[in-house]
């Protein structure tokens, strides 16, 4: 239980920064709209998209009419959840390796 209860949070953690990242990029876009330039904090921004957003990058290439309205946070949970299981599986082997190390 400590596992999947460790995996979720790591998920929730990621899909909060995920949906926390949405905004900031449309109030960084909505704030420079009428200027023509783009925002300063944009170029960090599509970084950390890029990174937080790694499984699923492909996702311009699914129709849009797929996931209608809100439909696409499934998708976007389900990135979390690969996130969550990579994050707390590299926790665990460092943590393994670490303690081998220890021991020896």
Request: aromatic fraction near 10%; glycine fraction near 8%.
């Amino acid at each position: 239980m400590r596992k999947a209860g460790m995996i979720l949070i790591i998920s929730a953690t990621h899909f909060g920064l995920c949906r926390a990242l949405n905004h900031a990029v449309l109030a960084a876009a909505a704030a420079h709209a009428f200027d023509g330039t783009a925002a300063p904090v944009s170029g960090f921004l599509s970084g950390l998209a890029r990174v937080l957003y790694f499984p699923i990058l492909s996702l311009h290439l699914y129709a849009r009419n797929w996931f209608p309205g809100d439909l696409i946070l499934i998708v976007l949970a389900a990135n979390s959840l690969v996130w969550g299981i990579a994050a707390y599986g590299l926790f665990t082997s460092i943590r393994k390796t670490r303690s081998k190390g220890d021991l020896s």
